[in-house]
């Protein structure tokens, strides 16, 4: 009676000693059948010594019985989680390639005994196994992939770095009758049933691309961290943003050629919608390259194939497609006689979805102030900016009558007035 196992280093094969260990067996093959041990992992290596699995949750705690599995998925009354090994003397741990079902020991008051965990010994006469667990089968193909089991890099606990899991198993004979309520699943598990965090089985952590693909990877990484640079800036709406097709970069451009002129001649071609010369910000001069763009595509792609190369004022023009988005952001030209395009309200870009960039505290604030900007700074009204001059105006309204009361009753005033009173002629004594 053999069991094909396909694992993710190789396949093995292994007899059951279904004569001298028949419910040990059962629970075995019936185990298998119900895809019990379908993607589970080999989380106990040690070199030279054995390989364990059989446990879904691969913390070595977990697993149990065919019965109790049956009546767990029924929901019918508790059934033991384990049942009593089968310890046979002659069965021994004598020769690389034993299969033992791993014996659970008696924990707060549960009896212990054999469930679903079971182990392959990697070395020959490991007789310090014998007697504590039970012996039911022998790898007869497949030792090869316990070399390479036994060769595996594992951590401090005897995991794998790598996982190794079960992929498939094949019953290749199994000559006992199903247990009442046992259901066979219409398909194999995907995914494991563990949380694993470790390599995957399927993964390779030295594999290295070919030079030409891993270079277009990092430019590629590259270019979305510029896009996401740029797009923290403002500079771009989205880091996503591609360059329009129906737009033509047309350069080295004489400099006496107008916006009229390059419409004229690209007009044949389809639609326009906008021509624009860019010209120098301060002083109006042509920068000898514009933009075309178009209404479709198709004619935009007319035009890079006929204009190629063309003379223009005495100037062979370069064509290409545009791979600019500032047009997303504003207008192509920066003339200052055009001054910025309007755009419309709601949206950004010509998307609804989008929104403006905008710096920090800097949009929330209104136009002309001339405060400091501070973040616990209180705003303040017009009632009591007003109110504040009007108080100021009655201090300095109160300080002028001061002063003025003073003088008048100050002792050098009053000699001052009593000298000029003499001095008058006394024309009516």
């Not at 070395?123 to 014998?130: M, R, S, V």
């Not at 990877?217 to 923290?232: Q, V, Y």
């Not at 705003?379 to 504040?388: D, E, I």
């Amino acid at each position: 009676m053999s069991v094909l196992f396909e694992t993710s280093v190789g396949d093995i094969v292994i007899d059951l000693e279904t004569e001298l260990c028949p419910k040990t067996c059962e629970n075995f093959l019936k185990l298998c059948k119900v895809y019990y041990y379908n993607l589970n992992a080999f989380f106990n290596v040690s070199k030279d010594f054995l390989a364990q699995t059989g446990d879904p949750t691969a913390t070595g705690t977990g697993g149990e019985s065919i019965w109790s599995y049956i009546a767990s998925q029924a929901e019918q009354k508790s059934i033991p989680r384990y049942f009593i090994p089968e310890i046979v003397p002659k069965l021994k741990h004598a020769h690389k390639g034993t299969v033992s079902m791993a014996v659970a020991p008696s924990i707060s008051g549960d009896k212990g005994g054999c469930g679903s965990q079971f182990f392959v010994t990697l070395a020959d006469n490991i007789d310090y196994l014998d007697g504590k667990h039970a012996v039911f089968g022998h790898v007869v193909e497949g030792f090869e992939t316990l070399d390479k089991l036994n060769d595996i890099f594992t951590g401090q606990d005897g995991r794998p770095f790598k996982d190794v899991r079960i992929r498939h198993i094949v019953i290749l004979d199994d000559p006992f009758p199903d247990p009442e309520g046992l259901v066979k699943p219409p398909f194999s598990p995907v995914h494991p049933p563990d949380n694993s965090t470790r390599i995957a089985e399927d993964e390779d952590p030295l594999a290295t691309l070919p030079e030409e693909e891993e270079e277009r990877e990092r430019r590629r990484k590259a270019a979305a961290a510029s896009a996401l640079t740029l797009e923290m800036v403002g500079d771009l709406p989205f880091a996503n943003v591609r360059p329009p097709e129906n737009v033509l970069f047309v350069c080295k451009l004489n400099p006496v050629t107008r916006d009229e002129d390059l419409e004229l001649i690209f007009s044949r071609f389809g639609t326009i919608m906008s021509c624009q010369v860019i010209r120098d910000k301060k002083t109006g001069d042509s920068l000898q390259y514009a933009f075309i763009e178009f209404d479709k595509r198709e004619d935009a792609e007319q035009a890079y194939f006929k204009m190629q190369n063309v003379l223009v004022d005495d100037r062979r023009i370069w064509v290409d497609f545009s791979q600019s988005v500032s047009r997303l952001n504003g207008s192509w030209s920066n003339n200052p006689k055009m001054g910025p395009s309007r755009r419309e309200k709601g949206g950004f870009a010509g998307r609804d979805d989008l929104e403006e960039t905008r710096r920090y505290r800097a949009s929330a604030r209104g136009k002309g102030r001339s405060d400091y900007g501070m973040v616990f700074e209180v705003p303040h009204t017009g009632s009591a900016h007003r109110r504040r001059r009007s108080r100021s105006r009655d201090r300095e309204r109160d300080r002028s009558l001061e002063r003025r009361r003073r003088r008048s009753h100050s002792p050098v005033s009053r000699d001052r007035d009593r000298r000029s009173e003499e001095r008058r002629p006394r024309r009516d004594r």
